[in-house]
């Protein structure tokens, strides 16, 4: 594909319901990372996979949240019983291969903005 | 916890003015990277600094890098209304993780 293509764009959720936020990496790209943007701030890490395993997900806040990425392409990120300190926006990333790496650049999609009310 | 820190936080320039913005880290890294980002969206990828260069180019862009102080540059010149955007460092982590920590952020508004 052209980019990162994330779903949807924007989310409006009541406290406590379930949620999914989809992200569609580069074709070909085995590295994947969620990260979550609130206002004023850098995006924070929540979680990195190379190809079907989470490799890290030391960033994830609590057992609210869980990804997965079942086939080394698509991933979701789940949010259950969701809370309004969980608004912000969901970011998604790609790359050829982890950052470890001394060359390589992650491409970002546009992001999820979840408000949740 | 955030690696870089951006500063200044904001910074306000006239059309055809340079803008710096400069980024210090805590440890030690593999290499060094700049994203742009407009109104809190997607970030996109500016320019890649090695821990073994010292200086790079990309159009109006250079970035420096300085090892020994663990810190780096990032100037654009001759700047543009369209360069307004929230201009953000980002470092690999070390040690097994893949993770990019990200600073702040400069908010650079180029005025025209």
């Known amino acids: 594909g052209a980019g990162v293509s994330q779903t949807p764009s924007n989310k409006v959720t009541e406290k406590g319901k379930y949620v999914e936020l989809r992200c569609d990496p580069i074709?070909?790209?085995?590295?994947l990372y969620w990260y979550r943007q609130s206002l004023g701030q850098g995006p924070e890490f929540l979680i990195y996979f190379q190809g079907t395993g989470a490799a890290d997900d030391s960033g994830l806040p609590n057992d609210r949240f869980f990804a997965v990425r079942p086939e080394g392409s698509v991933s979701t990120l789940k949010i259950q019983r969701t809370e309004r300190g969980d608004s912000a926006v969901y970011l998604c990333?790609?790359?050829?291969?982890?950052?470890?790496?001394?060359?390589?650049?992650?491409?970002f999609g546009q992001g999820t903005r979840l408000t949740v009310v | 916890s955030q690696q870089g820190e951006e500063d200044p936080q904001a910074l306000s320039i006239q059309e055809g003015e340079n803008a710096t913005m400069n980024c210090s880290y805590k440890?030690?890294?593999?290499?060094l990277q700049w994203y742009r980002q407009n109104s809190g969206r997607g970030l996109v990828h500016l320019i890649l600094i090695r821990s073994n260069e010292r200086e790079k180019h990309s159009g109006r862009l250079r970035v420096t890098l300085d090892t020994s102080k663990k810190s780096s540059s990032l100037l654009i010149t001759a700047s543009r209304a369209a360069d307004t955007a929230s201009y953000f460092c980002?470092?690999?982590?070390?040690?097994?993780?893949?993770?990019?920590?990200f600073g702040k952020g400069t908010k650079l508004t180029v005025n025209p």
């Open positions: 980002a470092t690999p982590t070390q040690g097994g993780s893949e993770k990019l920590v």
């Open positions: 990333a790609s790359s050829l291969e982890g950052q470890g790496r001394v060359s390589t650049e992650a491409f």
């Open positions: 074709s070909g790209h085995t590295a």
């Open positions: 440890t030690s890294i593999n290499n």
